[in-house]
């Protein structure tokens, strides 16, 4: 069987995962949580566009895109102010713990104020499928892939220059380090802190946008694709935004592949990919031992 | 002693003798009390129909599996996404010996011979996704349990359970009639009544039994944990163990009630709402698992009356979780501060006023030890490299067994650095250690703790949680009896066995940390700084209690200290470290008197 084109076809969720686990590595690493809302901030922001766009509101689709992108950085913006303000010093685990509560909050609220059905999907881009021919293999190449894997990399490259290279990432870093310590010097680290809360907020946004309209939008289980995201975000350790790309890229083709398998025991098995392939990972990982705060 | 100084000794002290009795019953007492409360529950006549049984079962059924939750989320400080899954688990395999097996396979009381297997079943699961989820620091357990929970409920949905697939319902035990009416749920509400008094009983014990501290530690301070002699790993999976399988038990519950799994009842969604609804009350607390169950029946009961969606209950959650996240708290640790505000405040007086006495308590005055001439621990070449900075670079030294050793230098000269990579909280160093014979290089820090060397911490490790016996228990590893325990108290001059750590002032705690340290008995105890938060008499004291360890106690010590008056006090070896080197070595007289040594300490220009 030849895997190129279900290769091909898993890239655009897989791109996806990888944009999530990036932003959770970023988030991760700069702000000390694992934002277990971040899809789900996304989802609320992008039904409010949608909203906006259908019956008798008839926003043009862009209009309710950049209202959606806007919404979802103004709520990220705000979980990362509350933990910010009132968990500045807490370990990571109870900041993390404030994500998954406005992940109950986002999606129980979007429950109530959209309906328990979901709207029909205008989707951003043209959904017309172009088909590269390759030998004599067909590949089927859609808008939504090209964005959302040109998403992935512009993001991955584009941090790891603003934090390497500009004064402004050794700041960011600074605060991530030493937090008590950037703020001695008279960095806002509070200011800062939301700021990528905001700025991580409108990228899935964007992605979201970018999606096919294939993927689930049923809230419970589109907030819940934060699970291959934060798969991807440990193959890189919370800490390596290259691998958290290649895992998440992994994750989507293995995803398609075995989904398209014709046999459906082994097809329903793509549900346990992610599961499978964290554990995996963790007992690889194990061989070393690391300690909590120095002393 | 003066006079009216020994008066207010004596009455601050029987103060706290009073305050911190030992309640033996009060597990025994809260299960009778949760059982009256549930079978009162019953009998007010305005909730009190047909449906009021099976609504009692669910707060318990929901109060179980809070309770599991709890033992993870609020003890152990962690945060698990799963706890349906472990429900579903074990009704699935109840539901399958139900069909495979047959109903009443081993007589009447079958089922909870299911609930038992069901509720291991699940344990099993716990143990192998915690294994490699646990090692590690972080989320890593929210990430493998969310990602269990979503993948178990597409296949519990893909393949369903087996009672509806066979198109049959579980057999209630002793021959109880299937259906939801009054004359069934009676029996089946009381038979749960049973089971939840017997796991919160059975938990409310756990949590004062070694598991139980180590869980409390392990929140607090995993290094601390670990110097302990304690397996962090394992700290950290008995608890994750022990909430599966009480999730186990609660799954199980739930097919006495209902007899047939819907999958819907164990998806990731509801695992999450647990999860926050533990949070939010405390659920580690019995009394507010109860409530919390009481809640997550009684919100959805009132928005259903009132025609509202039922999510407006989730939100609540969310929002009431989040203000108790930012503070810190949750509403259980709230309303037992809001009982115990005024009491807890004179505690903490009258303990300060004890420890203040006590820590100046002139004891007879012993000469520094002299040791019995063998060498106990020997370092040789011992290197750490932070990148390019070495911490220490190629320190030899050798500790004589019954001796105070003295490890002294500058600030950043490498002297705590040098206890971490001994101890094995620093993996990455070169060099060999050697205690009385074993070389402890390899070793993880909590095997090395029980090979014999313990240490403390600069900052104090003393978790807030445990009282004062309880965190001496645990640190000593059965090492010392209850009157040990009691007797080391009373020689260090701190607060009495049943004192919440809580109410302690930090300076105090330090010195728990070293009565905890003798009492675990090492060999060597090293320990980093155990007099700062002290006032120069309560030091002069403290050295004399430290002259008599080695021989009243058998334990031989390694001090850091800044105080050079303790130092001579005390020791009789010194080392000195100046920029990660040792600069002099040798007896105390000796190192104390050496130009260089003087140099580094004062400066070159108060020698000239």
Not at chain 2, 294 to 315: E, H, M, N, Q, Y
Not at chain 2, 570 to 590: H, I, K
Request: glycine fraction near 10%; proline fraction near 4%.
């Amino acid at each position: 069987m030849n895997l190129v084109p279900q290769i091909f076809a898993g890239l655009t969720t897989g791109s996806f995962f990888a944009i999530i686990g990036v932003l959770l590595t970023l988030m991760a690493q700069l702000t000390r949580v694992v934002n277990f809302s971040q899809v789900a901030f996304g989802m609320f922001g992008g039904f409010v566009g949608l909203w906006l766009e259908s019956g008798r509101n008839n926003m043009p689709v862009w209009l309710g895109a950049i209202v959606a992108i806007i919404v979802t950085a103004g709520l990220s913006a705000i979980v990362g102010w509350i933990i910010a303000t009132w968990l500045p010093n807490a370990q990571m685990a109870a900041r993390s713990a404030v994500t998954v509560s406005s992940l109950l909050i986002l999606v129980s609220t979007g429950a109530v104020l959209f309906g328990a059905s979901h709207n029909n999907y205008k989707p951003l881009l043209p959904s017309v499928p172009i088909t590269i021919t390759l030998g004599d293999t067909d590949l089927i190449v859609t808008y939504n892939m090209i964005a959302l894997v040109l998403l992935s990399l512009a993001v991955v490259i584009v941090m790891q220059i603003v934090l390497k290279k500009t004064m402004f990432g050794v700041r960011l870093r600074a605060i991530s380090d030493r937090q008590g310590a950037a703020e001695l010097l008279g960095v806002n680290v509070k200011m800062l802190n939301v700021g990528i809360w905001a700025v991580s907020g409108a990228i899935i946004s964007i992605a979201i946008s970018f999606l096919p309209s294939t993927i689930s939008n049923d809230y419970i289980s589109f907030s819940l694709l934060i699970i291959p995201g934060a798969a991807a975000a440990l193959v890189g350790g919370f800490k390596n935004m290259w691998l958290a790309l290649v895992g998440g890229l992994v994750i989507g083709v293995l995803q398609n592949i075995i989904a398209s398998n014709p046999n459906p025991t082994i097809a329903g098995l793509k549900d346990w990919v992610v599961f499978i392939l964290i554990l995996v990972f963790l007992l690889w990982n194990q061989r070393k031992e690391v300690w909590d705060v120095a002393r | 002693m003066s006079p009216a100084n020994q008066d207010s000794k004596n009455v601050t002290s029987s103060l706290v003798n009073q305050s911190f009795v030992h309640k033996g019953y009060a597990p025994l007492s809260m299960g009778v009390v949760a059982v009256i409360i549930g079978v009162a529950i019953l009998f007010i006549p305005w909730i009190a129909n047909d449906f009021s049984f099976t609504r009692v079962s669910q707060v318990l059924i929901m109060m179980t599996l809070l309770l599991g939750l709890g033992i993870v989320t609020g003890t152990a400080g962690m945060i698990a996404l799963c706890q349906m899954t472990f429900a579903a688990a074990s009704a699935w395999v109840i539901e399958w010996l139900e069909v495979n097996v047959g109903p009443n396979a081993f007589g009447e009381a079958s089922f909870f011979i299911y609930l038992i297997v069901g509720a291991v079943v699940a344990t099993i699961i716990g143990i192998v996704v915690g294994l490699p989820a646990l090692r590690l620091r972080g989320v890593n357990l929210a990430v493998v349990t969310l990602s269990l929970a979503f993948a178990f409920d597409l296949t519990i949905v893909y393949f369903g359970f087996p009672a509806n697939k066979a198109n049959v319902q579980i057999t209630r035990p002793f021959g109880i009639g299937s259906s939801s009416a009054k004359e069934d749920m009676f029996p089946i509400t009381i038979l749960i009544i049973l089971v939840v008094a017997i796991v919160a009983v059975a938990l409310v014990y756990m949590q004062r039994s070694r598991w139980g501290s180590s869980w409390k530690m392990v929140a607090y301070s995993e290094r601390g944990t670990a110097s302990a002699g304690t397996s962090v790993q394992v700290a950290k999976l008995t608890a994750f163990a022990v909430s599966a399988f009480v999730g186990g038990i609660g799954g199980g519950l739930y097919e006495l009630v209902y007899q047939q799994a819907r999958p819907e009842a164990f998806g990731p969604y509801v695992s999450i709402v647990l999860y926050v609804l533990a949070t939010l009350v405390g659920a580690y607390l019995v009394d507010m698992a109860l409530f919390g169950g009481i809640l997550s029946v009684a919100i959805p009961f009132i928005l259903t009356r009132l025609k509202l969606p039922l999510f407006w209950g989730d939100i609540f959650f969310g929002v009431a979780s989040i203000q108790g996240l930012t503070t810190g708290s949750n509403l259980g640790e709230d309303i037992r501060r809001g009982f115990r505000k005024g009491k807890r405040a004179k505690q903490a007086e009258a303990i300060a006023a004890t420890a203040a006495v006590e820590t100046h308590k002139e004891i007879d005055s012993v000469p520094i030890p002299k040791g019995t001439g063998k060498p106990l621990l020997v370092v040789e070449n011992l290197t750490v490299a932070f990148g390019a900075v070495k911490a220490n670079s190629d320190v030899t030294l050798t500790v004589t067994e019954g001796t105070i050793f003295g490890l002294i230098g500058p600030n950043g000269a490498g002297k705590s650095t040098f206890i971490d990579a001994v101890s094995g909280v620093l993996p990455h160093h070169t060099g060999s250690v050697v205690l009385d014979g074993v070389k402890l290089d390899k070793l993880s820090p909590s095997r090395i703790a029980r090979t014999g060397l313990r240490r403390t911490y600069q900052q104090d490790r003393v978790p807030e949680t445990l009282t004062v016996g309880a965190y001496l228990k645990f640190i000593a590893r059965g090492k010392a009896s209850r009157a040990d325990i009691d007797e080391i108290l009373e020689f260090f001059g701190c607060p009495t066995y049943y004192t919440p750590l809580s109410v302690v002032d930090v300076g105090t705690r330090r010195l728990i940390e070293v009565a905890a340290g003798v009492a675990s008995k090492p060999k060597l105890l090293m320990l980093d700084e155990p007099a700062a938060g002290l006032d120069h008499e309560q030091h002069i004291a403290f050295g004399e209690r430290l002259r008599q360890v080695p021989t009243k106690y058998g334990v031989t010590l390694l001090i850091i200290e800044h105080d050079l008056d303790l130092v001579r006090s005390v020791t009789t070896e010194l080392t000195v470290l100046n920029f990660g080197e040792v600069l002099a070595s040798g007896s105390q007289e000796e190192v104390l008197s050496n130009k260089e040594v003087l140099k580094a300490y004062m400066g070159e220009t108060e020698m000239m």
